[in-house]
């Protein structure tokens, strides 16, 4: 990428006159009738993978923790990590009001509904299959009612810091953290069986200090058979609570898949598209998505056999889904599947890019479980569960309302296919076990699929032995698919790389390149400086360096920041695009980058420029582009310099443009809109005067007309884009 520069600063009123004496000059001279090349119209996307409490809890609105009460007994992670009692509920308090007695605990003799077995598990394998299957309700027995005896959901807490939690990333939160709002309804769901109960059970939202804190509903006559209840609670105060279910008179019934979401009006499009929130979809609506990758990362791997991700125990309805131990180490309920994945997508304009595991599990936890190829049984168990799991997930996209998955598509919602077109096999993998189960489900694949675009895998640095190995092995079999690149780099790393996917640039040790006559694509599925947790001075080097990504779109077609979200307290990433917690969000100025760069032309535009005569400058970035259709100009721009940048643009042609900026700036490059990480609005300790401010925001300035020849000075430290409107 040439580095350059622009961009402008009249735009800051005072700059120009005042600082015009610091200010450096160069020259910038734009052709815009010779076009370079086409700007990928999928390079912008996201990756959301269910890490730092990303999904439940997080952009799923649904607000009860361990809601089917399946996290007990959870195989693998540390002991204490789920519920090891059938007495200790994860997530709930057990409720005693008023002298009342009784006994609460978890069973699985009363299952609410039959589990559907889609896959035929590795039966050599250490862990159980049944463990899967196994349901689990609580059984309530009342021996004195008092003013009633049940169980409170808690909601989805968080914790101070998670070097309190050690490795332990799940929360057992006992404090009551539903982020209820006052005059909001919230609508709940519940399944209650009796056993001859005679009584009522009672439901209500009440505060950390007991006080009833909703209207209370009262559901009288149970059946002796599953029903599901319904109803609506609507706070009474702004306050975290939790969701209080009891009993009111001795005898025993019992309580399954309990659901508490807010309002439609809370709601991404009143919850038509999905049960998301609000805000954080409007966050990445905000981004321009172009493509969206998930479920992850290593969590579409999963750390073991247990942990695996496989998609269709997490479609149909919500209460015959099974939950697991993620790979980061909490329970995913599946509550969002991947149907509603899919729905995310499609309502934010993104292609989906879902990642299936191929038997190999995660490398970073030493690939745990390879699934075995040795004998017919084996083959034919492998087909079964990833082969025929990849098809089936096409044709679940892709296919008529008459075919098997295409049917139930339909029945959850989506007669329409979602038009699928990418399919990603495999994350950071590498070695003789991952490309032998790669290679079968790629001729699978492409032999019932053809157009199926499969993305690879570089596997997981920027260089190195595994990098140029997974190479060898692509360019050999596999040149039509896109390569999923991944580095968390420092921020020298980003500012040095402008050059990396330029045409003739080497591609690892061999000497070879990124050669743009071959089919092969680069997918920069995952990168982010993971070392500065989001200060001002990272976004200065990622989106330097993403301006190179632009201008090198004809080889690298799509790109994602990763991680995406992170809930404050679970922070197992350090840097992440946007922070949040129960009530609201903080977006980084790593976000606003993206936000910034997301937009553009179709068409690279041929420029030169000149800094005091002759030298380029290497603390300016620059990636001029044309919407060929309107003729608007697009001028992103880095100064990575703590100093102003005067820059005199030349343009060929005679028009006037309607200009306009749009920038941030600051002196303060450690400066994080997130703030402290314990600074959160359900910490104990949290101010009155609470806020989600962010310090760095991009300013807009419009500048007025402009013709063949301006003059800007860009401010220190400046991230931003100019665009010039005929």
Not at 191 to 205: A, C, M, P, R, T
Not at 476 to 495: G, I, L, M, R, S
Not at 679 to 700: G, M, R
Request: one cysteine or more; proline letters at 4%; charged letters at 25%.
């Amino acid at each position: 990428m040439k580095k350059l520069l622009f961009v402008t600063a009249v735009l800051l009123g005072t700059i120009l006159t005042q600082g015009a004496a610091q200010t450096e000059t160069r020259q910038l001279s734009i052709d815009t009738k010779s076009l370079g090349i086409e700007i990928s119209p999928t390079l912008s996307g996201i990756f959301f993978e269910d890490i730092n409490q990303s999904l439940d809890g997080g952009i799923c609105a649904q607000m009860i923790q361990n809601n089917s009460f399946q996290a007990y007994n959870v195989p693998d992670g540390p002991a204490n990590e789920f519920s090891q009692s059938d007495t200790i509920f994860f997530g709930w308090t057990v409720v005693s009001k008023d002298g009342a007695v009784g006994k609460a605990r978890a069973v699985s003799d009363h299952p609410l509904v039959t589990l559907e077995r889609k896959y035929d598990y590795d039966p050599n394998d250490k862990y159980d299959d049944e463990l899967r299957y196994v349901q689990y309700c609580v059984r309530f027995d009342i021996q004195k009612a008092g003013a009633g005896y049940g169980i409170a959901a808690n909601g989805y807490g968080i914790t101070p810091s998670s070097r309190d939690r050690g490795a332990i990333y799940s929360n057992n939160t006992q404090r009551p953290s539903l982020a209820v709002e006052a005059g909001v309804g919230y609508d709940l769901g519940l399944y209650l069986q009796g056993e001859k109960y005679k009584g009522k059970v009672s439901v209500w939202l009440e505060d950390i200090d007991g006080q009833v804190n909703s209207n209370v509903i009262k559901l009288p006559k149970l059946k002796d058979a599953w029903k599901k209840y319904t109803g609506c609670l609507k706070a009474l105060r702004t306050k975290d609570s939790r969701l209080v279910i009891t009993g009111d008179k001795a005898g025993t019934f019992f309580l399954d898949f309990v659901t508490l979401l807010p309002e439609a009006s809370k709601l991404w499009k009143d919850g038509k598209d999905g049960p998301f929130r609000k805000d954080l979809m409007e966050a990445l609506a905000a981004l321009h998505p172009k493509f969206m990758r998930f479920p992850g990362g290593c969590a579409s791997e999963g750390p073991n056999y247990f942990g695996q991700v496989f998609w269709k125990n997490s479609v149909g309805k919500p209460e015959e889904r099974i939950g697991f131990r993620n790979h980061w180490g909490y329970w995913t309920s599946q509550y969002v599947g991947f149907y509603e994945y899919f729905l995310m997508a499609e309502s934010l304009g993104a292609s989906p890019l879902p990642v299936l595991n191929n038997g190999v599990t995660c490398q970073f936890v030493g690939h745990s479980y390879i699934a075995p190829l040795e004998t017919e049984a084996d083959r034919k168990r492998f087909h079964d569960i990833f082969v025929k799991d990849a098809l089936d997930l096409i044709e679940f996209c892709n296919g008529p309302v008459t075919s098997k998955w295409g049917k139930l598509r339909a029945e959850m919602g989506h007669p329409a296919p979602f038009n699928l077109k990418y399919l990603g096999v495999g994350n950071e993998n590498q070695g003789k076990e991952f490309w032998e189960r790669f290679d079968i489900m790629y001729k699978a694949i492409k032999a019932q699929y053809p157009d199926i675009i499969i993305v690879s895998t570089a596997g997981a640095r920027d260089a190195g032995r595994e990098f140029d190995n997974n190479y060898a092995e692509i360019d050999a079999h596999y040149p039509d698919t896109y390569v999923d690149e991944h580095y968390y780099k420092n921020d020298e790393w980003f500012f040095s790389q402008g050059n990396r996917y330029a045409p003739g640039a080497k591609r690892g040790k061999d000497g070879l390149t990124y050669d743009r006559s071959r089919p092969t694509r680069v997918f920069v599925g995952e990168f982010a400086n993971n070392n500065t947790n989001n200060a001002y001075r990272s976004t200065l080097a990622e989106a330097a360096y993403w301006l190179s990504l632009e201008r090198n779109s004809d080889m690298v077609v799509m790109a994602a920041y990763a991680p995406l979200f992170c809930k404050k307290g679970y922070n197992k990433w350090n840097s992440n695009l946007i922070w949040f917690d129960n009530r609201g969000l903080w977006r980084t100025t790593n976000y606003y980058y993206q936000q910034l760069f997301s937009l553009g032309g179709n068409r690279a535009l041929k420029y030169q420029d000149v800094k005091n005569g002759t030298e380029i400058d290497e603390k300016v970035y620059t990636s001029p582009t044309i919407d060929t259709k309107t003729g608007t100009v697009y001028l992103k721009f880095v100064n990575a310099e703590a100093k102003d940048k005067q820059v005199s643009i030349s343009l060929d042609t005679t028009d006037a443009y309607t200009a306009e900026v749009e920038y941030m700036t600051a002196h303060d490059t450690n400066v994080k809109n997130q703030g402290d990480q314990n600074y959160y609005s359900s910490h104990p300790d949290v101010p009155v005067d609470f806020n989600y401010a962010e310090a760095i925001t991009p300013q807009t300035k419009s500048i007025g007309t402009v013709k063949s020849s301006f003059t800007f000075t860009i401010p220190e430290n400046a991230v931003g884009v100019l665009r010039l409107k005929k």
